[in-house]
């Protein structure tokens, strides 16, 4: 039987780490055909955060002992506000029956820059 977990964004400027209100926080995963679904998006509040996101998950029983199955589900977070560069976290981890918490810090553009480059982080596997 599949279990829950919970993510939550914090998104803030890259030095001061001053929140940033509303910004955008889209979470997508994988749907089993290489294709990425819709999970959810949120605008963040005054305080940088989004409120929470509920992610299917493996059971925990799978997280108990030695599996092959891997017992966390992977999703994609970008982020994106006016006047900063958007950020991409691939294979970000949660966890059933916990929620897991992804800072993001947003690098301001210059004035004038249009199209500047997505910054893709990259979150690796837990040895678990």
Same mark, same amino acid.
């Given at each position: 039987? +599949?279990?829950?977990? @919970?993510? $939550? %964004?914090?998104?803030?400027? /890259?030095?001061?780490?001053?929140? *940033? +209100?509303?910004?955008? @926080?889209? $979470? %997508?995963?994988?749907?089993? /055909?290489?294709?990425?679904?819709? *999970?959810?998006?949120?605008?963040?509040?005054?305080?940088?955060?989004?409120?929470?996101?509920?992610?299917?998950?493996?059971?925990?029983?799978?997280?108990?002992?030695?599996?092959?199955?891997?017992?966390?589900?992977?999703?994609?977070?970008?982020?994106?506000?006016?006047?900063?560069?958007?950020?991409?976290?691939?294979?970000?981890?949660?966890?059933?029956?916990?929620?897991?918490?992804?800072?993001?810090?947003?690098?301001?553009?210059?004035?004038?820059?249009?199209?500047?480059?997505?910054?893709?982080?990259?979150?690796?596997?837990?040895?678990?």
């Amino acid at each position: 039987m +599949p279990g829950y977990g @919970v993510i $939550i %964004t914090q998104v803030f400027t /890259s030095r001061g780490r001053i929140p *940033i +209100p509303n910004a955008l @926080v889209t $979470i %997508t995963a994988d749907d089993g /055909s290489g294709d990425k679904a819709l *999970i959810g998006f949120r605008y963040t509040n005054e305080n940088g955060k989004i409120d929470p996101i509920l992610i299917q998950t493996p059971d925990i029983g799978y997280s108990l002992a030695p599996s092959e199955t891997r017992p966390f589900s992977l999703c994609d977070i970008k982020v994106e506000s006016p006047g900063f560069g958007t950020v991409l976290v691939r294979d970000a981890q949660v966890f059933p029956d916990g929620t897991s918490i992804q800072d993001v810090a947003l690098i301001p553009v210059k004035e004038g820059e249009a199209n500047t480059p997505v910054r893709v982080i990259v979150i690796t596997p837990q040895n678990l």
